[in-house]
């Protein structure tokens, strides 16, 4: 979920930032996202596997421990950090093979995968006709993708709210970066940059979760100190951090559990055959 080109609003995590991901995203909301993904691309033992702005390898690790002695899995990222937070978990039954590259010119021949997967990277890739194209050339004949970004953020109101706070509290420079992770949830123009790349039989479904935390004052901070906006947050004085909190916290009064909250948050998993 980091492939990105500098330069652009995407998430490229530095610092603690890779372990606050795992902790305040992955093991909150998903990791669940990422067992249903690796359940659709169907992955079975001997399975050649390539997963594209693999992040810190919440689904390549789930792939690893599918193929088997006799399977093949890569994590490829363009972000250094999350690829040394991947690097240092052993949670496998397989070895992975982490390389770190550009989604758009990835140092693979043609037809070595029989599956790439693509878990919320899409998105923050300036060109993503020629990564879906790389996709493409990789994958060996009757091989398939999969490939999940974010709905637009109105339907994702945890973040629409941290946006929203931001913007306010921050900038709105900031602001956009937390809002990037969605700026690709449009259906049609997904299904055309996945057709646009040859791509047979694509089929795009939506895939909903829940964001469950018992305190929204604990996971305010949290969350945004797992997203690149960390820094600019954390150098503002307290009164500024209760005011991002209670502007989020009033924000999703629709959503609150107590102190907590459950609120909904929603992607496109687009499914392709070559």
Known sequence: MSQSSSGAPGWQLEGNAPLAYDTHIVEVFLKDYSRRLVELA?????????????????????????????????????????????????????????????????????????????????????????????????????????????????HCPWQAAIAEAVDRNVGSEQAAQIRSAFSFGDADQLQQVIVAARFRDVEIRIDSETIRHTSIAEYVPGYISATPVAAAVAGLDKEAHAKITADVRDALAAYRVGDGLAAPIEAYVAIGHR
């Open 42 to 154: 169907a992955i079975k033992p001997g399975d050649r596997v390539l997963d594209v702005a693999c992040g810190t390898g919440v689904v390549t690790r789930l792939v690893a421990n599918r193929i088997g002695s006799t399977g093949q899995v890569v994590g490829f990222d363009l972000n250094e950090g999350m690829l040394a937070r991947a690097r240092t978990s052993h949670e496998t039954a397989g070895a992975i093979d982490w390389r770190v590259g550009s989604a758009t010119d990835m140092p693979f021949a043609d037809a070595t995968f029989d599956c790439v997967i693509c878990q919320h990277g899409l998105q923050f890739i300036p060109d993503k006709a020629a990564a879906v194209s790389e996709m493409h050339r990789v994958l060996a004949d009757r091989g398939r993708t999969v490939i999940s970004v974010w709905r637009s953020i109105e």
